[in-house]
Nanobody
Framework: QVQLVESGGGLVQAGGSLRLSCAAS????????MGWFRQAPGKEREFVST????????YYADSVKDRFTISRDNAKNTMYLQMNNLKPEDTAVYYC??????????????????WGQGTQVTVSS
């Protein structure tokens, strides 16, 4: 079992920045990848970014590329999402997730076995 706890959400003006954190406990050391997803009201949960835990390779949705940066601290079992130049369309509940193993880059919610409770990010115009 892996437990995930997000933090760092909040209200920010357009153009501002936030950093989300996701602390993993339990059998986090056996995670293949950890990712961020978001879900706006009335919309499906969508992929934001993922990082392959051992190698550090990062992947992003086109909508956040060049604005968001995913990173991890192996020693702290913590993943981060630095979000810059935020836009109103980034408003959503952000979830972190852990994937035990995939044969390809996990970008679908079904690829992930463990989820955090979510943290709200609101960007005002």
């Amino acid at each position: 079992q892996v437990q995930l706890v997000e933090s760092g959400g909040g209200l920010v003006q357009a153009g501002g920045s936030l950093r989300l954190s996701c602390a993993a406990s339990g059998r986090a050391s056996r995670t293949y990848a950890m990712g961020w997803f978001r879900q706006a009201p009335g919309k499906e949960r969508e992929f934001v970014s993922t990082i392959i835990w051992s190698a550090g390779n990062a992947y992003y949705a086109d909508s956040v590329k060049d604005r968001f940066t995913i990173s991890r601290d192996n020693a702290k079992n913590t993943m981060y999402l630095q979000m810059n130049n935020l836009k109103p369309e980034d408003t959503a509940v952000y979830y972190c997730a852990a994937d035990k193993f995939s044969w390809s880059i996990p970008t679908m919610p079904a690829d992930y076995e463990y989820w955090g409770q979510g943290t709200q990010v609101t960007v005002s115009s």
